[in-house]
């Protein structure tokens, strides 16, 4: 596997660290793939990015084979996998949360991190050429925020899953890493970026006081990516200005 003219497919690729993850490799020469649920984000990400896209909802088994089999006969095989798509589908404390909103977010982060993992990583494992495959995570998967438990309990379960995958891929030469953020600015927490009290209490449990911007998170899946990555499997390398120190 080349450093350069990877075949490099992120999901979620249309906004937020997607995006700047899609750009970062983009920028570093590789061939890469946004792909994600919004159509109209991809397509623009794409072209701004000078990048191929393709729609599909990680979620759903079908578009999953079908959106990877297009890549492999239209693109080429994928070198590097990033599982970042994502979202919390609400909050609220557990006693009170939707249903609904559970099962969503364990849908997309859960099931559509395994499905994605599953369909590249078999290809992967049967072109005996390696690979890389970085999950984005979260802090709350160690960390507990209240009003965030489903949506932590999901990226415990990608951590569990990203050191599954590790275990077993290993002997193919894929390696397989999360990159875990502290609070980060996109437009899922645009919300809270935007009021200031909500902002202050967050930056007061973070040692280095600050949230993440996007360009903070990137440079570590760019690296998990990377062949100097080469003995790192298994691994979650948190980006949170500190906050799991506290
Ligand atoms: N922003 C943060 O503070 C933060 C912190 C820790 C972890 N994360 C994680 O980082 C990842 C990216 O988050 P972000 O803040 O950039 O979010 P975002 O909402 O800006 O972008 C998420 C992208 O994923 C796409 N997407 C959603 N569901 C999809 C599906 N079923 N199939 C394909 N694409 C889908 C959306 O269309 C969107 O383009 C997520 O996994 C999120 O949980 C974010």
């Known amino acids: 596997m080349g450093e350069l003219s ?3 497919l992120v999901t979620g690729g249309g906004s937020g660290i997607g995006r700047g993850v899609a750009e970062s490799f983009a920028a570093g020469g590789d061939r890469v793939v946004v792909a994600d649920i919004s159509a109209g984000a991809a397509e623009a990400a794409a072209a701004e990015l000078g990048a191929e896209w393709v729609a599909l909802d990680i979620s759903d088994a079908a578009a999953v084979e079908a959106a990877v089999s297009q890549v492999h006969d239209r693109i080429g095989a994928v070198d590097v ?5 994502g979202l919390t589908a609400g909050g ?13 977010c364990f849908r997309v982060n859960l099931r559509g991190t395994f499905l994605m993992t599953r369909a590249v990583g078999a290809r992967m494992a049967e072109r005996g050429e390696g690979g890389a495959i970085v999950n984005i995570t979260s802090i709350g998967a160690r960390q507990p925020t209240p009003g965030l438990g489903h949506y932590e309990a999901s990226k415990a379960a990608v951590e569990a899953l990203t050191r599954s995958a590790a275990i077993e891929l290993a002997p193919r030469g894929i390696r397989v890493n999360a990159v875990a953020p502290g ?7 645009a919300g809270l970026t935007a009021d200031a009290a909500a902002r202050a209490a967050w930056e007061q449990r973070i040692p280095l006081a600050r949230i993440a911007e996007v360009a903070d ?19 979650s390398l948190q980006v949170d200005g500190g906050q799991l120190l506290g």
């Not at 609070?183 to 927490?189: D, G, H, K, Q, Y």
């Open 92 to 104: 609220g404390p557990l006693v009170e949360l939707d249903i609904a909103a559970f099962d969503t």
């Open 81 to 85: 996998l990033v599982n970042n798509a």
């Open 217 to 235: 998170v990137v440079p570590a899946v760019v690296f998990l990516a990377s062949p100097q990555a080469r003995h790192i499997t298994g691994a």
């Open 6 to 8: 990877r075949v490099v």
């Open 183 to 189: 609070p980060v600015r996109t437009p899922m927490t």
